[in-house]
């Protein structure tokens, strides 16, 4: 809801919004684990498998900023958020993850759902836009990356993995931020509030995933589009179809 607002009613370039994450979530990570040992940056920037998590993460992440003031919080959200059902099938080949009958039924009807969400009733496919494929492409991405964080959480903490992800989110930021105007006081603020609050959703997200499945815990990454559909309809005014 933050990101909407400094995005599309106050024009904050979608690249400062990230800069802002990426350096507010090193600076979560080095206030809450450093003093305890938990996080180690070396190893986020030059790890092979980290490195790999770090530049996917950044971005998914990248697309998904970009997307938010164009298509709106809920639409750039719910397509966004199909990583839950792309990440449940690239781990059944990569992770060795199995896909129960009721898991393919729910993937199915996922499925059918985006083709409603993003207009290609019919087969229309003139109606999906270049921010709606930047918004796929970036579930896409994230898809991927939930997959690497899997495999990291058996050897990596989650300070760690989300360090490598804010390094190479900062690196991919930085140069698009000049000739942008600068956030004032008042954004600053927003943007650190909204990068505070992703960065330990993130860090719980990646936690979660130490202990389940790609396809369990991506369900419960549903509940993310459901409300942030439902407050960008009341606070934004955001318009819906029918179908979708």
Not at 83 to 103: D, N, S, Y
Not at 188 to 201: H, K
Not at 202 to 207: C, G, I, R, S, Y
Not at 219 to 236: E, N
Request: aromatic letters at 12%.
């Amino acid at each position: 809801m933050l990101l909407k607002y400094v995005g599309a009613v106050r024009g904050v370039s979608a690249w400062w919004a990230l800069l802002f994450r990426a350096v507010v979530g090193i600076m979560v990570v080095w206030v809450w684990f450093a003093p305890r040992q938990l996080v180690n940056f070396k190893r986020a920037a030059c790890s092979r498998l980290l490195v790999s998590r770090g530049i996917l993460g950044a971005f998914g992440t990248a697309a998904y900023y970009l997307t938010l003031p164009v298509l709106g919080a809920g639409k750039a959200t719910l397509i966004g958020n199909t990583w839950v059902i792309w990440a449940a099938i690239m781990a059944v080949p990569f992770l060795g993850e199995h896909l129960t009958l009721r898991k393919v039924i729910g993937t199915l009807l996922a499925l059918g759902g985006i083709v409603l969400l993003t207009g290609l009733q019919g087969g229309d496919f003139s109606q999906m836009g270049l921010y709606e494929l930047i918004a796929l492409g970036g579930a896409f991405v994230a898809a991927g990356t939930v997959v690497v964080i899997r495999q990291l959480t058996r050897t990596e903490t989650s300070a760690t993995i989300f360090a490598s992800q804010c390094i190479y989110t900062c690196l991919l930021a930085l140069p698009f931020i000049f000739g942008t105007r600068m956030p004032d006081g008042v954004e600053m603020l927003l943007l650190i509030l909204a990068a505070t609050t992703a960065s330990f959703g993130q860090l719980a997200m990646t936690e979660g995933f130490r202990f389940l499945a790609v396809s369990s815990g991506g369900a419960f990454q549903v509940l993310l589009p459901l409300s942030i559909t439902f407050g960008s309809v009341t606070l934004f005014d955001e318009a819906f179809s029918m179908a979708q």
